[in-house]
């Protein structure tokens, strides 16, 4: 018998929930396969950074030296509080300038992904439907997932984007020179013929921290709203399985209501919070370029 035969309609259900409108029709065989674009998360990342932008646009204009109302009193509180963090941990006031917008922008930026988990697991695909797209599987709708952040191609650009600044200030802060000596000659400090033999040792341990720093970055925002997305497809599955007005499909309803209004307040914490380590770790990280081993 073969495996799509022994699938379950649970089983089938969360498969198809996790396959992404893309470039192949299918779900993608590796974890990074650069052939196939997932056209949904490009569109949800896209429209959720250009939010993100158009708010901060829309305080900068409203703003005013008088009393501030509700809009810009909580925008100026949230610009506070990165700012207050980029000089505890930046040194440099020219760095400060550019990597504190950065946070900021990275920080509303993710919020406003990761809340896209808090929409109705279902509702994207009842909206295609009612629009008269993504009916047979051959529909280049049938699949699509709006939760960029569980998408590992989404954390993991985000990451490799906060490498390059990691290098690039690293680069400008120590000159070329500097910083390619700083990858051969520590951690490990020795002198003459010591420093010959270290430095392999010392070069490869760089790179294992680079890389380090990048794949956590982006797996630990992942990894989490990954789970989160998931919990939210299992309660679903109990108001699926509603029959008719018995006891257990009413016991099944009851549970998917309160397990569904449980966990999305409670989600809410792990939004704001995914969106803040990945903030602080972006400016930790530039911060840490201006500093020798």
Known sequence: ?????????????????????????HKQDLIAQFDIINYDSIFWSSAMGLIAVFVMW???????????????????????????????????????????PLALTVFVWIILMNALDLVPVDLPSVIIHALGFGHEPTDPL?????LPTADLNIPMGMSMGVLLLMLYYG????????????????????????AWILAPANFLLNLVEYAAKSVSLGMR?????F???????????????????????????????????????????????????????????????????
């Not at 018998?1 to 029709?25: C, K, R, T, W």
């Not at 829309?58 to 509180?77: H, N």
């Not at 409670?266 to 602080?280: D, E, G, P, R, Y």
Request: glycine share 12%; net charge positive.
């Open 1 to 25: 018998m073969s495996a799509a035969a022994d699938a379950s309609p649970q089983s089938e259900y969360i498969q198809h929930h996790l396959v992404h409108f893309n470039s192949s029709g």
């Open 58 to 100: 829309l305080a900068a204009r409203r703003a005013t030296a008088g009393v501030p109302g509700r809009f810009q009193g909580a925008i100026e509180m949230l610009v506070d509080m990165v700012d207050q963090q980029a000089r505890s941990i930046i040194s440099s006031p020219a760095t400060r300038k550019f990597a504190a």
């Open 142 to 146: 049938y699949y699509h997932r709006i």
């Open 171 to 194: 680069i400008k802060i120590k000159s070329p020179g500097g910083f390619v000596k700083e990858l051969f000659t520590a951690p490990f400090h020795a002198h003459g013929i010591g």
């Open 221 to 225: 925002l992942f990894g989490n709203m």
């Open 227 to 293: 789970a989160g997305e998931l919990l939210f497809m299992l309660i679903a599955l109990l108001g699926g399985a509603w029959t008719g007005f018995n006891a257990m499909s009413i016991g099944l309803g009851v549970g998917h209501i309160l397990a569904g209004s449980i966990w999305a307040i409670f989600h809410i914490l792990i939004v704001l919070l995914q969106a803040f380590i990945f903030m602080m770790l972006t400016l930790v990280y530039i911060g840490q370029a201006h500093e020798g081993h």
